[in-house]
């Protein structure tokens, strides 16, 4: 059965940018995938909180994985 816990513990990267990026291209070098499928709105987290997400994403993680 899939979890709450276990989608985070197995599926999910929360890091800072530096983390994210590695952990990313770790991922992708051991799968071969070449999409993300991004998930900022987890459950109760303020809408704030996600935008500020979104936006490291964009200017953090997402130009380094091209």
Do not use: Q, Y
């Amino acid at each position: 059965g899939m979890t709450f816990e276990r989608v985070c513990a197995e599926h999910v990267v929360l890091a800072d940018p530096e983390t994210a990026v590695r952990e990313l291209r770790s991922f992708a070098e051991a799968t071969g995938a070449n999409h993300l499928l991004l998930w900022m709105n987890m459950g109760s987290i303020p809408h704030p909180l996600v935008l500020e997400s979104m936006e490291r994403f964009a200017h953090g993680v997402k130009p380094r994985l091209r």
